[in-house]
């Protein structure tokens, strides 16, 4: 438990989706590890360039 992880966010997940990370939340009573839960929130710039505009348009297009 505790330092760095990856985890794996499956394409079209949504913001404030619960994500369950096994095996690395708080020690347990009988010596195992609980389970870590995280809620997505994903920061989308306030004032994107004219680049991530084009970006997130053609994302737009692609996924209706």
């Known amino acids: 438990t505790g330092g760095k992880g990856k985890v794996a966010i499956p394409a079209g ?3 404030d989706t619960k994500v369950r990370i096994k095996g690395q939340g708080l020690p ?3 010596g195992g590890t ?3 839960f995280a809620r997505l929130k994903p920061d989308v ?3 994107p360039s004219a680049d991530e505009r084009v970006f ?3 994302l ?3 996924y209706p």
């Open 13 to 15: 997940t949504q913001t």
């Open 56 to 58: 997130y348009e053609h």
């Open 28 to 30: 347990k009573a009988d």
């Open 34 to 36: 609980g389970d870590l």
């Open 60 to 62: 737009r297009k692609l």
């Open 45 to 47: 710039p306030k004032h």
